[in-house]
């Protein structure tokens, strides 16, 4: 059974960091896209940042600058550090991922359970 399994969320005052992580888990073949989401309460869920199998990234202008999105393929892991924490960052972080299995090239959309991520002023 596939699935994505996200930690590293918490709380922190404003002005800090927090490293979230995702681990993918099954009988993967191959990885594709990565993302991460955030969804604050009251509010449709919004793309944060994504980075592909080569590595290229792009990120949601609100954090541009703060945050940095990571994979290390060999762990099957995407990576969101995040720094200058600010109190519109607390939502839940979703980590989001396009998976193959059994061989073939054909992708699925995973989505993990999300961590919570708290900011105080």
């Known amino acids: 059974q596939v699935q994505l399994v996200e930690s590293g969320g918490g709380l922190v005052q404003a002005g800090g960091s927090l490293r979230l992580s995702c681990a993918a888990s099954?009988?993967?073949?191959?990885?594709?896209?990565m993302s991460w989401y955030r969804q604050a309460p009251g509010q449709q869920r919004e793309l944060v940042a994504v980075?592909?199998?080569?590595?290229?990234?792009n990120y949601a202008d609100s954090v541009k600058g703060r945050f940095t999105i990571s994979r290390d393929n060999a762990k099957r892991t995407v990576y969101l550090q995040m720094n200058s924490l600010k109190p519109e960052d607390t939502a839940v972080y979703h980590c989001?991922?396009?998976?193959?299995?059994?061989?073939?090239?054909?992708?699925?959309?995973?989505w993990g359970q999300g961590t919570q991520v708290t900011v105080s002023s």
């Open positions: 989001y991922a396009q998976l193959s299995t059994g061989g073939s090239r054909v992708y699925t959309a995973y």
């Open positions: 099954g009988s993967i073949f191959s990885i594709n896209v």
């Open positions: 980075i592909t199998s080569g590595g290229s990234t």
